[in-house]
Each structure stands twice: as C-alpha cells, then as structure tokens.
C-alpha cells in the first residue's frame, strides 16, 4: 500500500538556520503530496501542498517540491525562526480524491532556540 | 468559523476502563475521520463517516473500540476495555463532502494514557 517515509527526529536548530526534512513516499499512482504542521496545543494544519510531479508548495517561508524520479517532498526553509517548533507531517491521499483518509509520516519534532 | 473540538483533551485511565472520546467537526461537514498516533509512529487511520454511516472502518484496531455518530453531527469513539497499547493521541478530522484531498480540517486531539 501507499507509504509515507520521514526523517526521524527530534531536530534542534538555532534561529536563522537552514531546514530541511527529508520525505519520500511510496504510492500508485502520483497523488497530491502534503506538509502538515502541529504546533503545541493546536491541531494539525495544512502548511503547503503540490498535485503534480515539478510542482511547487510554498507557504510561511518553507517550500517543498514535488520529485517524481526520486519519489521525494522534502520541506526547506532558509531562516527558520523560534516559532516554527512544531511537529511535521509528511503526508499523502491514497486515492487522490476529496473522501479518502490521508496516509501520514511518522512526524518531525523540530525546537528552535534563540 | 468554529473549527474541530475535541474533548477531553487529555485522559488518563486504569487498564480495563473505559474511556469515551468526542469530536465535534466543523458545522456542515458531512465526512468525519478519526486517527491515532501511538507514540513517536505515524498517525495512522481509524475510520471514516459519511453523515452518520460509517464509509470505511479497516483501521480499527479491534472490537474493543466502537465509534458513533447519530445523527450525522458529533462523534464519540468508546475504548472498552481499554489496554496500555491503546495509549497515545486521537484525532479528529472533518471535511465538507465534495471537498479535495487538502479540505480535511483537524482538531487538537485527545491524549490518551491507559495505565
């Protein structure tokens, strides 16, 4: 079945460092790919999204892009700041349609100090 | 716009209890979702509701868990009894029902500690 695959952590930045959690996924098909972000206390929220091979997600600073020859969607960001410590979710629809549970990753804490 | 509650927010109970989680999804969502996470895996698929019919149950672990939603509005999903491996954090998702895959609004969970 489809899966999803994401680097373990916890990761520990300062602020203003580089970002990047790893992800790759195994499914049929190319579906939609997701980033996830739970901030503490909150529920999980939609952080960016692409739906096809050499897309694109961006939003708040962090992007990631849709690689169909490595079957990848790792999330960058160039200066991450105090308040992007959260969890991070890779995560995918098995059948690419709206009524479908999303498949997710293990999740990435990520702490950031001043 | 309310957004998905969750209730309680944390649970602890002795092995053999029962616990009764709810979820209440956003108002005029017809697909609603329930997830766990067990510590440091991945948040992984109970089931899921159309209105009040339950769509797809294969992720439910076991008979010990029954999940609810009369009336097509709020949910509860009853562990009974509970064990340890049922620890960890459920969610709650809901989604209008044409919506994409991208439309599935969650809440904070419930953290679960069975000991």
């Known amino acids: 079945g489809d899966s999803v695959t994401q680097m373990e952590g916890p990761v520990t930045l300062s602020e203003e460092a580089f970002l990047t959690i790893n992800c790759t996924y195994t499914a049929t098909g190319y579906p939609s790919l997701f980033w996830y972000v739970q901030y503490p206390g909150e529920g999980l929220q939609l952080l960016l999204k692409?739906?096809?091979?050499?897309d694109k997600g961006s939003n708040k600073g962090f992007e990631a892009t849709y690689r169909k020859e490595t079957t990848s969607f790792h999330l960058e960001k160039g200066s991450v700041q105090v308040s992007d410590s959260a969890v991070y979710f890779c995560?995918?629809?098995?059948?690419?349609?709206?009524?479908?549970?999303?498949?997710f990753g293990k999740g990435t804490r990520l702490s950031v100090i001043a | 716009e309310a957004g998905v509650t969750q209730f309680p927010s944390h649970s602890v109970i002795e092995k053999g209890q029962t616990v009764t989680l709810r979820c209440d999804p956003i108002s005029g969502h017809d697909n609603l979702y329930w997830y766990r996470r067990v510590m440091g895996k991945e948040i992984k698929f109970l089931l899921h509701f159309v209105k009040e019919s339950k769509q797809d149950e294969s992720g439910m672990p076991n008979n010990r868990f029954l999940a609810e939603r009369t009336g097509g509005t709020y949910s509860t999903l009853k562990v009974q009894p509970a064990e340890l491996e049922d620890s960890g954090v459920y969610f709650c998702?809901?989604?209008?029902?044409?919506?994409?895959?991208?439309?599935?609004?969650f809440g904070p969970g419930t953290r679960l500690t069975v000991l």
């Open positions: 692409a739906t096809k091979a050499d």
């Open positions: 998702a809901s989604s209008p029902l044409a919506g994409g895959p991208d439309t599935q609004y």
């Open positions: 995560a995918l629809p098995p059948l690419n349609s709206g009524n479908t549970p999303l498949v």
